[in-house]
C-alpha cells in the first residue's frame, strides 16, 4: 500500500465510509461505500427468520483476479473484480419461523448474496457465514448481534421522506470546498465545459439520487482527467443503476465516475 492509499483509507475510516467497493464491473465506473452496503445487507440479514446478525464486511474475493477500471477510481478505492461477504450472525433457538442451522445459514446466504445484486448492483460471488453464538428465547430484534455487536452498528439512512439537493443547493454544495482538482469545485478557468453547479444540477436531477453527498470532498470533483459525482440514492432504486445513469447525464469530455455514500432504505 502507498502512502496516498493509506492516507485515504485512514480518512475513510474516520468518516465511517469503509472500504469503497467497485460497484458493478470495471466498465461501469461506480463505487459504494462499505458502509452504505453493510446496513443493507444487515436489514436483509435481520428479515431472515432465526438470525441476529453481527460483523460485516465486504471485499474482493480474489484481490489477484481484480481488474482495471475505465476512469479514475476514488483516492483508495478497491479494484473492480468478484466480491467476498464475511458475515457474523447468532441464532435463535426458539420462535416462530425458526429453523434447523444449516437452513438458516443457507436461507441467510440466499438474501446476502439477492440482496447485494438485486437492491444494490454488488458481484458477489462468495458469502462466508460464521456461527457466533446460539440464542435461546431471543425476540427477534430485540437482542444483541454475534460478536456483541448490535444493529445499532449498521449506519444511519436517509430519511425517505428528505428531498434530493437539487438546483442551486446543488451547486452551493458542490462548490463549496474540497480538494483535489481546482480546489474551488468549479470548472475549468478558460470556462470550457460546464461548471461544478451546472454539473451538479444535472446529477441531482437524475431519477433515483436522494440528494449530492460530500464525504470526500465537493460533490463534482474535476480532476486533471476525469469528473468524480458524489451521491445517495433514493429508496426503491438500485444503486447501480443509479450511478450509470447519472454518468449518462453528466457526460461531457471527462471520463465521469460516481461514488454512492449511501443508500436510503424503505418505500419510495
Known amino acids: 500500500m502507498t502512502t496516498a492509499e493509506g492516507w485515504a483509507t485512514a480518512v475513510r475510516s474516520r468518516l465511517g465510509l469503509g472500504r469503497l467497493l467497485p460497484l ?17 445487507l444487515r436489514r436483509a440479514a435481520w428479515a431472515v427468520p432465526g438470525v441476529s446478525p453481527g460483523r460485516l464486511r465486504v471485499g474482493l474475493a480474489d484481490p489477484e483476479a481484480a481488474g482495471v477500471p475505465v476512469v479514475p477510481p476514488p483516492p483508495g478505492a478497491l479494484p473492480p473484480g468478484p466480491l467476498r461477504i464475511e458475515a457474523d450472525f447468532a441464532v435463535r433457538l426458539a420462535g416462530s419461523g425458526t429453523l434447523p442451522l444449516p437452513e438458516t445459514a ?19 460471488t462468495v458469502a462466508d457465514l460464521r456461527v457466533t453464538a446460539l440464542l435461546e428465547n431471543a425476540a427477534p430484534g430485540a437482542g444483541e448481534g454475534a460478536a456483541g455487536e448490535t444493529p445499532a452498528e449498521a449506519p444511519p ?7 434530493g439537493t437539487t438546483g442551486a443547493t446543488a451547486g452551493a454544495e458542490a462548490t463549496a470546498g474540497g480538494g483535489g482538482g481546482d480546489r474551488d469545485g468549479r470548472g475549468p478557468a478558460t470556462g470550457t465545459g ?8 444535472t446529477a441531482a436531477a437524475v431519477p433515483g439520487v436522494l440528494r449530492l453527498t460530500s464525504a470526500l470532498g465537493p460533490s463534482v470533483h474535476r480532476g486533471a482527467d476525469h469528473l468524480r459525482i458524489e451521491l445517495a440514492t433514493a429508496p426503491g432504486h438500485r444503486a447501480l443503476d443509479v450511478a450509470l445513469a ?6 461531457g469530455t471527462l471520463p465521469v465516475s460516481v461514488l454512492v455514500t449511501d443508500v436510503a432504505t424503505g418505500e419510495p
Do not use: F
Request: net charge negative; glycine share 12%.
Open 246 to 251: 447519472v454518468r449518462a447525464a453528466v457526460g
Open 194 to 201: 460546464p461548471t461544478a453547479a451546472a454539473t451538479a444540477a
Open 157 to 163: 439512512t436517509v430519511s425517505a421522506g428528505t428531498p
Open 24 to 40: 458493478g464491473g470495471a466498465a461501469d465506473g461506480a463505487w459504494l461505500a462499505e458502509r452504505a452496503a453493510a446496513g443493507v
Open 106 to 124: 443457507e436461507m441467510l446466504r440466499s438474501a446476502l448474496l439477492r440482496e447485494a445484486e438485486e437492491r444494490l448492483g454488488l458481484l458477489v
